[in-house]
């Protein structure tokens, strides 16, 4: 890792370089949507199910319009007057805003109600009668697929009278088959079901906007909490017939987004709708339980996982069939594409020939969404899955998890390596990080000690992650949303003084771009990272991005900000060898400065060229020193990293301690190496989130249980052990600076290595896997059955 060196910054990149957010974010001084004040505001709040699954025989607002203060009730029927009734969803489907003759979940919305003050909206949401039959509920997806289950969704004519949304396939079936069949004669083949339970993102600030219609001017303005500011609003042009330029859309700062706001939610299409026919702005804030229980959560994926291996432990074949539970709406269905597609990663980091994945996805009355949770675009099921099944096949073929790795990995000459499942991984070399790794934590040593406990009857586990990530939404082939190619954007302007404003397409909910973009500038420019401010999030002013997710920033924005740079050094140059009278081949570059090659007294600094830009350009170019790029990149970034986990167990309570846990990331060439580092702490309590914590359930009747932060278990300070890094750097060969994304590797890797160290714990006793989340409670089961409980 770099230091920062005594002499002034002249080039940014790979240096822990502070957060300039932070100077304002430390001091109270951030800007988020509830902090915004209109005069006239309105505030609304949601009239919401109690069931989760209802006709809806009558909407009563005559009481609700009685209530002092409330100016206005929005039911499903007045959307269709503005044109607002149907919201896209990721999956390209629509689906209603609010539920007009039958609800489908606990918490869907029903109306919507504003009012003089956010207390007088509640009362008058209280006030609204609505009439429910109530009808029987599915909240298993295994009993949605039975023939007699009651149909979710009638209305979706183009599909079967059933509540599978689609089947979806990929890999080679018939190879995968023939290789099982192999293994079932001369191999071995390992199975095993596991469950990745439903979670929810839960950002600190919940979703929210406020929309703000001016007629005189036909401007509508909305701050919202978006993660994709501009795809935001490019929907409500499409949606409501407005015209973009007329359609403002401000993400101010925003308090964590995890992937719960990239997606459209009522709130913020009846915000719009409400300021259209009252006139006046109309501030909608979600509630904790809100957020908790409607909006899009993530997951919820019942895998079977089967790997086809020869007697060593060298695999052939994998084989998932997985039943993916979306909830109520098509949300995140499209089977081919963006959400389901990053399934594609399940062979992992290892060298599999032959692999075949089938996804069954069905409605059950759930809560919709099956987005993201940094992240599950599939990735986290993925990563799960191949590494439980890797412990698994080790165990049957009596090999040690590191062991079984190192064999299988990918090799680094192999790359870039086109996996069974038919993606390219740019770069990676596996077996870099976990020898990293185990060297680190002093893996022999453990696996004595562990041995020495065991004997004593205590219970000591170690787990190993050796996970692939595959982020930088990406290449049009990959990620056709709606037929938009997933490029982003960045605008950059030399002032004469040499200081620098540059715009982005993509949005930071925390991740610290205003500091690394500036970095990137820097780097490409050789001045300070100081004299560099990044502006985001105001589609007025930013260029046309898709936003951040997927870990994109830096694959793509990232991308576009370097290629920008240097189309403004390429100018650079031709106005430095202008005004050093020499050809523009006879210059030498420095950061910060062109000089005349054999003659480096003869220069000029950028701030000197930025300065003739404006006063003093050579007649054959523009005045102006300014650029813009587009970069649609040509392929995913597949950052990797390997994870040690090691616990100890108390056969008293059942209770999981994590004693260590070392990260080895590597995401190619690092701008800012403490970001970095914050990034991983924070996806790693991510990670330890589902795997010791968090799970959405829901009861039999579609009863949301964890509906508030005392029933769904994030984890804080007290449960977090100490997480100790290191890195290996491994750049990407297609990315001009050679970095790939990191912000959801720690939530990607962590929870398979902390599984793995439980049932590493418990494996001599044939435990060979535990749903996670691991809760005292299951592993005192388990202790109770092997004898092994204390209490
Ligand atoms: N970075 C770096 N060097 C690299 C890679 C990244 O210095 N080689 C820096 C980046 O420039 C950026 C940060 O690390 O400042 C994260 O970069 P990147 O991996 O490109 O991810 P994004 O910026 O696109 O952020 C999205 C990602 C996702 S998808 C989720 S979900 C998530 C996450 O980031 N949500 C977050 N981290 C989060 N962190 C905070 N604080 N809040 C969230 O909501
Ligand atoms: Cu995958 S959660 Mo992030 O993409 O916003």
């Not at 607002?61 to 503005?82: H, Y």
């Not at 052939?316 to 269905?333: C, E, P, S």
Request: hydrophobic share 40%.
């Amino acid at each position: 890792m770099t230091t920062t060196s005594a002499g002034p910054h002249v080039h940014g990149l790979g240096e822990p370089y502070k957060r300039k957010e932070d100077a304002r974010f430390i001091r109270g001084k951030g800007n988020y949507v509830d902090d915004i004040q209109l005069p006239g505001m309105l505030y609304a709040d949601i009239v919401r199910s109690p069931y989760a699954h209802a006709l809806i025989k009558s909407i009563d607002i005559s009481k609700a319009l009685q209530v002092p203060g409330v100016v206005a009730v929005i039911t499903g029927k007045d959307l269709e007057a503005a044109g607002l009734a149907w919201m896209p969803t990721l999956s390209g489907d629509s689906e209603a805003v609010l539920a007009v003759d039958r609800v489908l979940y606990q918490m869907q919305e029903v109306a919507f109600v504003v009012a003089e003050s956010r207390y007088a909206a509640a009362d008058g949401a209280a006030a609204v009668e609505v009439d429910y039959e109530p009808l029987p509920v599915v909240v298993d997806p295994h009993k949605a697929l039975a023939p007699d289950a009651p149909l979710l969704r009638p209305d979706k004519k183009d599909r079967q009278p059933t509540n599978q949304i689609y089947h979806w396939e990929t890999g080679d079936r018939a190879a995968t088959d023939a290789a099982f069949a192999e293994a079932e004669q001369n191999g071995v083949v390992v199975r095993q079901d596991m469950y990745v339970p439903r979670i929810h993102p839960a950002p600190i600030e919940t979703c929210g906007c406020v929309a703000d219609y001016n007629a005189a001017t036909g401007k509508l303005t909305v701050w919202m909490t978006s993660q994709a500011p501009h795809a935001h609003r490019t929907l409500f042009a499409i949606v409501s017939g407005l015209p973009e330029h007329r359609i403002r859309v401000i993400s101010p700062d925003v308090g964590g987004g995890f992937g719960n706001k990239v997606p459209i939610y009522p709130g913020y299409v009846c915000a719009v709708v409400a300021a259209l026919k009252t006139g006046r702005p109309v501030k909608w804030i979600e509630d904790r339980t809100e957020n908790l229980t409607s909006t899009g959560f993530a997951r919820d994926y019942h895998i079977h996982a089967e790997i086809a291996a020869d007697k060593e432990g060298t695999v052939k074949a994998l084989r998932v069939y997985t039943l993916a539970d979306h909830g109520a709406f098509d949300a995140a269905a499209q089977p081919t594409k963006f959400p389901a597609g990053l399934f594609h990663i399940c062979t992992g980091s290892y060298d599999f020939k032959h692999a075949h994945v089938a996804v069954d996805a069905v409605h059950t009355n759930k809560a919709p969404g099956g987005i993201a949770y940094r992240c599950s675009f599939r990735v986290t099921e993925a990563s799960y899955l191949i590494e439980r099944m890797m412990d698994t096949l080790a165990r049957e073929v009596g090999k040690d998890p590191a062991e079984i790795r190192l064999q299988n990995f990918i090799k680094p000459e192999a790359f870039p390596y086109r996996s069974a499942l038919g993606w390219t991984y740019d770069s990676g070399n596996y077996e870099r990080a976990l020898r990293l790794a185990m060297e680190k934590i002093g893996y022999e040593e453990l696996r004595r000690e562990q041995a020495e406990k065991r004997a004593r009857g205590e219970l000591m586990g170690i787990g190993i992650s050796s996970f692939t990530e595959i982020v930088g939404a990406g290449p049009g082939k990959h990620f056709d949303i709606a037929g938009i190619q997933m490029f982003d954007s960045c605008e950059i302007r030399v002032h004469p003084t040499g200081k620098v404003l540059a715009r982005i397409g993509v949005q930071t909910q925390g991740q610290g771009h205003e500091t690394t973009f500036a970095q990137i500038i820097a780097a490409e420019l050789g001045i300070s990272p100081d004299d560099v401010d990044v502006e985001h999030g105001d589609t007025d002013t930013a260029p046309y991005g898709l936003g951040t997710y997927a870990s994109r920033s830096t694959p793509v924005g990232g991308a576009a900000t370097a290629v920008a740079a240097r189309k403004i050094r390429d100018k650079a140059r031709k106005i430095a060898a202008y005004l050093l009278e020499v050809g523009e081949e006879d210059l030498e570059w420095e950061p910060g400065r062109f000089y005349v090659r054999g003659s480096p007294s003869k220069g000029k600094t950028i701030q000197e060229i930025a300065f003739a830009a404006y006063t003093n350009c050579p007649p054959y170019l523009e005045p102006g020193l300014e650029a813009v790029n587009y970069y649609d990149p040509p392929n995913l970034t597949y950052p990797f990293g390997s994870y040690i986990c090691v616990v100890d167990i108390d056969r008293g309570t059942g209770e999981v301690h994590i004693r260590r846990f070392l990260a080895v990331d590597d995401c190619g060439t690092v701008i800012n190496p403490m970001i970095v580092e914050g990034q991983i702490h924070g996806g790693l309590t991510q990670g330890l989130a589902p795997a010791l914590y968090e799970q959405l359930a829901y009861d039999e009747n579609g009863n949301v249980l964890g509906s508030n932060f005392q029933d769904y278990l994030i984890p804080t300070a007290m449960e977090t052990p100490r997480w100790e890094t290191a890195r290996t750097v491994t750049p990407s060969p297609h990315h001009p600076i050679g970095a790939k994304g990191v912000g959801e590797s720690p939530t990607v890797g962590a929870p398979q290595a902390i599984a793995n160290a439980v049932v590493d714990a418990l494996a001599h006793v044939g435990v060979r896997h535990i749903d996670i989340p691991i809760t005292p409670w299951k592993v005192w089961a388990i202790l109770k059955e092997k004898g092994l409980a204390t209490a």
